[in-house]
């Protein structure tokens, strides 16, 4: 490597490590003051999930970044960095469940790939969510945003992709996990409510759409109602700004859906602020996302490109979620989490950024999709000035499902056998504790369903490529008919941009990671306590296959 390229790792090394000067905790201040997990009253949370931001384009974990994120480094300053990070999937849908329920989703009968916006829900009645776990503990629940956890329409007229026999739970259940590849759209009754979406999930409040915002029907849904039906069509076909064809209601606006969705969040917190009861706000936002639509305010201001501005409209509306709560004199005892899905997305055109020396995935392999860590390596932030430490940075491997069992531990809530199976609380690390192994083994997982788990600095990926979007591709991999090992290991303390696999030289830890995620996969559950069934039998997950 370069120069410049061995400095940046040097850096990426000291930030893991959390030896950064000027990041380091002040201890004394934090043992000093009053923490509020002993104390009476519970935080109000907010859980900000961006969609499709890469590690690389949030300047305080990226110093050489080029995009101006005031904002989050602003609150990364006030609270803590984890620069280890891993939302459970390279991709939208899963993820989104993980945080939801504490559970990896390919224990569900989504074993690749996203839902649709017409797809049914993916969360089964009986499953506990965040939501629901802390409405018992008191709290008044809110979803406002990206909801694409499927819910289910008055669907008039199916398209027949839309149902499907999935024979491993030998059910019907929705698959339409790839909207283009529906013969024809569905018919909606867009008149009648909709049934187990986010009110039937725990959320006393909701507001958002179904799918992506690239994906139809291009409909508001609060409190499980439509807020209009649709009287148009509407499709974009420009690369940047894309959006499928598809029902559009006159209130649906695309460029300006991220700033309505703001506007309600800020709505919904003024309105709890005044409550005696503590709030929970799920704001999982549309952007950067495609179409990557910044308003004319941000056009231009970030000096790369259309998809630096939409990042940067993005950090306005951290800021405004953070004035907000100031003032109403509840950002003291307010936890506020700031991350991302997944990677960036190819989409936001990384040859325009290349030359103004901005790399979304900052040194790491790859984009959203991939098994690589540019697929699942994410940004997080926790700031709560009363409950955590403030200006510290974090290096424990953590992953985007442990958030479940962090709210059950700091509302006491003791967690059963069914709930939040992949969830490790991250309260310890909260309270500055230094934890040398946090998690024995975290599992990721890429678009096309492939694995690899991760312990300490080795990471196993159970497949040949990226099993996502770059190269090699699965695609890619049949038709040059390459010939690569079955699996890769790679050592990531040593080799971040994962470019040596040493699967040859180790068969001692290839073995021990092969059982742990047989374990894994098989026990149900990857934290202590009883065994639980997932979603597909066993013998569709092949788990021979896979570890042996």
């Known amino acids: 490597m370069d ?14 490590a959390g030896l950064t000067g000027s990041w380091t905790q002040n201890t004394s201040a934090s043992n000093n003051k009053t923490n509020a997990l002993n104390h009476k009253i519970k935080p109000n949370v907010i859980y900000i999930l961006t969609d499709d931001i890469g590690y690389g384009d949030v300047k305080c974990f990226n110093p050489d970044g080029k995009i101006p994120t005031p904002n989050i480094d602003a609150m990364a300053a006030n609270g803590i960095m984890f620069t280890d990070a891993h ?78 026999n999935d024979k491993n739970d030998g059910e019907k259940v929705d698959s339409a996990l790839n909207l283009d590849e529906l013969s024809s759209i569905p018919t909606v009754n867009f008149n009648t409510p909709i049934k187990n979406g986010p009110s039937s999930h725990g959320f006393d409040y909701s507001f958002g759409f179904c799918g992506s915002l690239d994906m139809p029907p291009y409909v508001y849904v609060e409190n499980d109602v439509p807020t209009m039906v649709p009287s148009k069509s509407s ?30 969040a800020l709505a919904f917190i003024n309105k709890s602020a005044k409550r005696e009861s503590p709030f929970f706000l799920y704001l999982p936002l549309s952007a950067p996302h495609t179409p990557i639509l910044p308003t004319t305010e941000f056009l231009g201001k970030s000096n790369t490109n259309m998809y630096g501005d939409f990042v940067m409209e993005v950090d306005n509306v951290v800021r405004q979620i953070r004035e907000v709560i100031k003032s109403n004199g509840i950002a003291e005892n307010t936890l506020v989490v700031f991350t991302s899905d997944n990677g960036c997305s190819p989409k936001a055109n990384f040859e325009e950024l290349a030359k103004v020396k901005h790399d979304p995935s900052y040194l790491f392999r790859g984009t959203k999709a991939d098994i690589y860590e540019g697929g699942h ?7 709560w000035p009363k409950g955590a430490a403030k200006n510290k940075m974090v290096s424990n491997t953590i992953c985007t499902t442990d958030f479940f069992a962090t709210c059950a531990e700091i509302t006491s809530y003791k967690i059963k056998d069914n709930e939040g199976e992949d969830s490790y609380s991250l309260v310890p690390l909260l309270k500055g504790e230094t934890i040398e192994k946090f998690r024995d083994y975290t599992v990721h997982h890429s678009v096309n369903g492939s694995f690899a788990i991760r312990q300490g600095d080795w990471k196993l990926c159970f497949l040949p490529g990226s099993g996502g979007w770059s190269y090699p591709t699965p695609e890619t991999i049949k038709k040059e008919k390459l010939h690569l090992p079955a699996m890769q290991l790679f050592n990531l303390k040593e080799d971040i941009g994962e470019t040596k696999n040493l699967i040859a030289k180790n068969p001692e830890k290839v073995a021990e990671l092969k059982a742990a995620l047989k374990k894994i996969i098989l026990d149900g559950r990857s934290t202590p306590g009883k065994t639980q069934k997932n979603e597909g ?7 021979e296959s896979i570890v042996n």
């Open 537 to 543: 039998t066993d013998d569709w997950w092949q788990v």
């Open 235 to 264: 499709v974009s076909v420009d690369d940047k700004a894309f959006w499928r064809e598809g029902p559009t209601a006159e209130d649906f606006v695309h460029a300006k859906v991220l700033q309505k969705l703001t506007d309600k």
């Open 377 to 383: 390596h994410v940004p997080f932030i926790i700031e």
């Open 87 to 164: 939302s459970s999937s390279a991709v939208c849908t899963p993820t989104r469940y993980g945080i939801l329920t504490g559970r990896y989703n390919w224990r569900t009968s989504l074993k690749s790939f996203v839902l649709s916006g017409y797809s049914k829900s993916l969360i089964k009645p009986d499953r506990t969510t965040i939501a629901g776990m802390l409405k018992q503990q008191g709290y008044t629940t809110g979803y406002i945003g990206k909801w694409h956890l499927g819910w289910d329409w008055d669907i008039e007229k199916k398209d027949s992709t839309l149902i499907k």
């Open 3 to 16: 120069s410049s390229q061995r400095n940046k790792f040097i850096n990426l090394l000291l930030l893991t």
